[in-house]
T-cell receptor, first 116, second 117 residues
């Protein structure tokens, strides 16, 4: 089945620790995204990538880093510089610049990050 | 900058009844896409319905339909024959069709829908 997987489902971070959230897609999509969702709120864009080896900051990139070495993978690292990382993190992908159908984003199941 | 507003933080509907969720947006662009996403308690975001602004016909997907009023910048979602599984948070979203803004999806704050048995 084609889709987006995120792991782990739950992640615990200690103070001063960097943690990495995994996002993999087998939809052959060019574009991938990371969002943060706080309780009772909407989604805020952290980083996005439209093509391999390229990515752009979103609205709340401080304290986060990403890489896009492979088309199917877009891991997100939450660094110790992110002072309030407790949130739900959603990864999404879209076909990208492949005609008008490319704009629809499809989401993974999410990762809940908690600080110990 | 574009904005998306959902003025109803919470709504409820009786099972088998019809409910309409409101969404308004602000943009100066003429070509764009609008979406409704559903986020059930599992928190997976699921695409419910999609509308292309250049199409006048309202999109429908089974029990879900939209009322797209481009001049009024309104994009409401109607759920007919509501089912218990429809209980979720619903997000309205906007995406520009212009290549320079292609990457940005603007989400509204969401409406929490409860379905009463």
């Amino acid at each position: 089945d084609g889709g987006i997987t995120q792991s782990p489902k739950y992640l615990f971070r200690k103070e001063g620790q960097n943690v990495t959230l995994s996002c993999e897609q087998n939809l052959n999509h060019d574009a991938m995204y990371w969002y943060r969702q706080d309780p009772g709120q909407g989604l805020r864009l952290i980083y996005y990538s439209q093509i391999v080896n390229d990515f752009q900051k979103g609205d709340i990139a401080e304290g986060y880093s990403v890489s896009r070495e492979k088309k199917e993978s877009f891991p997100l690292t939450v660094t110790s510089a992110q002072k309030n990382p407790t949130a739900f993190y959603l990864c999404a992908s879209s076909p990208g610049l492949q005609g008008r159908a490319g704009e629809t984003q499809y989401f993974g199941p999410g990762t809940r990050l908690l600080v110990l | 900058a574009q904005t998306v507003t959902q003025s109803q933080p919470e709504m409820s509907v009786q099972e088998a009844e019809t409910v309409t969720l409101s969404c308004t947006y602000d943009t100066s662009e003429s070509d764009y896409y609008l979406f409704w996403y559903k986020q059930p308690p599992s928190r997976q975001m699921i695409l419910v319905i999609r509308q292309e602004a250049y199409k006048q016909q309202n999109a429908t997907e089974n029990r879900f339909s939209v009322n797209f009023q481009k001049a009024a910048k309104s994009f409401s979602l109607k759920i007919s024959d509501s089912q218990l599984g429809d209980a979720a948070m619903y997000f309205c979203a906007y995406r520009s069709a212009w290549e320079t803004s292609y990457d940005k999806v603007i989400f509204g704050p969401g409406t929490s829908l409860s379905v009463i048995p």
